[in-house]
């Protein structure tokens, strides 16, 4: 079964940075590879919203809100992808999810990991 671990979120103050990290194992280890990437949040009272993409060619794309802060990164040697997120301002705060895409395959999600901005 597809499996998509995510580690990393955490508190920081405004201004600072966090790592986010989805990785896939096991039998679904090629996952990071064949599939489109995405990193959705989802704050108090605001639909859950894609924030940056990666297609399994390598496109990258991000919401108007992050471009700029944000980067999102595969490793295929790793199985994971990464979304790098600097100048964090209150308004990040969310649960964040990576979920991965293929229009073939099907679409899974993980876990869900809180990230917070305050002072």
């Known amino acids: 079964q597809v499996q998509l671990v995510q580690s990393g979120g955490g508190s920081v103050q405004p201004g600072g940075s966090l790592r986010l990290s989805c990785s896939s194992s096991g039998r679904s280890a090629n996952i990071i590879r064949h599939y489109d990437m995405m990193w959705y949040r989802e704050a108090p009272g605001k639909q859950r919203e894609v924030v940056a993409t990666?297609?399994?060619?390598?496109?990258?794309a991000y919401a108007d809100s992050v471009d700029g802060r944000f980067g999102i990164s595969r490793d295929n040697a790793e199985n994971t992808v990464e979304l790098q997120m600097d100048s964090l301002k209150p308004e990040d705060t969310a649960v964040y999810y990576c979920?991965?895409?293929?229009?073939?395959?099907?679409?899974?999600w993980g876990q869900g990991t809180q990230v917070t901005v305050s002072s």
């Open positions: 990666i297609t399994a060619g390598g496109t990258k």
């Open positions: 979920y991965a895409w293929s229009r073939f395959a099907g679409a899974y």
